[in-house]
């Protein structure tokens, strides 16, 4: 089974949800975790396991965990995935300037489309070698668009696709746990989801490529979800959170960025964000109080 997301840190955490399994031994609960063996644990320990973790883990090895995390809400997207325009998108959003004295983290960044490009071709060799497909989506704006667009290449081929989609919130016993994507699922609980799984029909595969033709034709500067659906808007409409947080009193960027993230969980990251500040620094409507290196670390106000 091939796994699918559209999040660095969610298909780290599904690698490490394929990639482990837990070998007793007789003479009591002398467990150990093994990293890359795909095998499936004895149902005894697993259940003593799930018990005690309310969890599991996914059969298989990350060898079969496919990123796709090319922030498809945003940006033109009638420029294909691996064009130099979205590969330059993506290393302007990781980067944001804060890694200029790092050369090798700067050259890691700007490798990442390309890395998310060969995994868009391991994940056609998987498909022309007739494996099934499940893929983890959530209403965060950045894996509703992976979806659709990943609908326009599968609906060229017959084969069997599934969809897991992250629930609204989940009832645990002692509270009720809200998420906004895969990235805030840890490893050890994916295979709690596996219930939610549905396997997508052909017509349904058409019907989401068909909602990505229309997006692509709009191609307006971001996608968000509004009343469940996504659809075109601004630029400036994820604006609004950073007007009501920033003041005339001096705080550090990512203070603010933090609490925006904390306060509004509209599904888009940090660096989104730090993005859009920058834009307004060179505005004029934002003040840098005090520079860094670090953009994150910056001392910054309203302007005024």
Known sequence: MIEVLFGESEAGAMKAAKSTVIIGKTDGPTA???????????????????????????????????????????????????????????????????????????????????????????????????????????????????????????????????????????????????????????????AAFLHYEKELTQKEIRMYAAFWKKLAEDNSPLRAVVNGRVVGVPEDFYDFPIWEKLTKEPIVEARLIGDILGSYQIGVGDWWYARRIEHFIRQGKITVVRDSVSKYKRLICMAG
């Open 32 to 190: 150990v975790w093994i990293a890359g063996k795909k095998k499936i644990p004895e149902k005894e320990m697993a259940s003593r396991i799930s018990e005690k973790q309310n969890t599991g883990w996914i059969p298989g090895t990350a060898e079969e965990v496919v990123c796709l995390a090319f922030m498809l809400d945003i940006g033109d997207i009638r420029e294909a995935a691996d064009s130099r325009y979205r590969r330059e998108l993506i290393y302007s959003l990781y980067a944001q300037g804060q890694w200029e004295t790092d050369p090798e983290t700067d050259a890691e960044l700007k490798r990442a489309a390309d890395a998310y490009i060969n995994e868009r071709t391991r994940l056609e060799n998987y498909l022309k070698d007739g494996e099934t497909v499940r893929i983890w989506y959530s209403d965060a704006p950045y894996s509703r668009c992976g979806l659709y667009s990943l609908c326009t290449m599968l609906q060229k081929y017959e084969n069997k696709v599934c969809a897991v989609k992250l629930p609204e919130y989940n009832i645990c016993p002692d509270s009720i746990v809200c998420r906004q994507n895969w990235g805030e699922v840890a490893a050890e609980e994916f």
